[in-house]
């Protein structure tokens, strides 16, 4: 059984830096074979896809926020790490890792991944 399990700081200023750290069981990131996804959702809004991490450490972002974003794998942890740069209060937002057994950009149905954590709340504000 894969278990994800996001975590960071709940409160971020404007214009820092926002990470966030996916830590991961029950499967190693790099033999694997999971591709490891950054999502989020505003409040009252829809899931959006942020970027992600494939077993082999290739990387791929959404493209209005691919300039602010940085996925990492740290193998001796297990973890992947998500780097949001220059955060505006729009960055408010639950986010999600999630595992796919497939590489598939951009999508944001549910049942397209295989595993999803429980969330993180983070909140942009001064």
């Known amino acids: 059984q894969v278990q994800l399990q996001e975590s960071g700081p709940g409160l971020v200023k404007p214009s820092q830096t926002l990470s966030l750290t996916c830590t991961v069981s029950?499967?190693?990131?790099?033999?694997?074979?999971?591709?490891w996804n950054w999502i989020r959702q505003p409040p009252g809004k829809g899931l959006e896809w942020m970027g992600v991490?494939?077993?082999?450490?290739?990387?791929y972002y959404s493209p209005h926020l691919k300039c602010r974003t940085y996925i990492a794998g740290d193998t001796s942890k297990n973890q992947v790490t998500l780097q949001l740069l220059s955060v505006t209060p729009v960055a408010t937002a639950v986010y999600y890792c999630?595992?796919?057994?497939?590489?598939?950009?951009?999508?944001?149905?549910?049942?397209?991944?295989?595993?999803w954590g429980q969330g993180t709340q983070v909140t942009v504000s001064s």
């Open positions: 999630a595992a796919s057994k497939k590489l598939i950009v951009g999508a944001t149905a549910e049942n397209l991944y295989a595993y």
């Open positions: 029950g499967a190693s990131i790099p033999t694997g074979y999971y591709y």
């Open positions: 991490i494939s077993y082999s450490g290739s990387t």
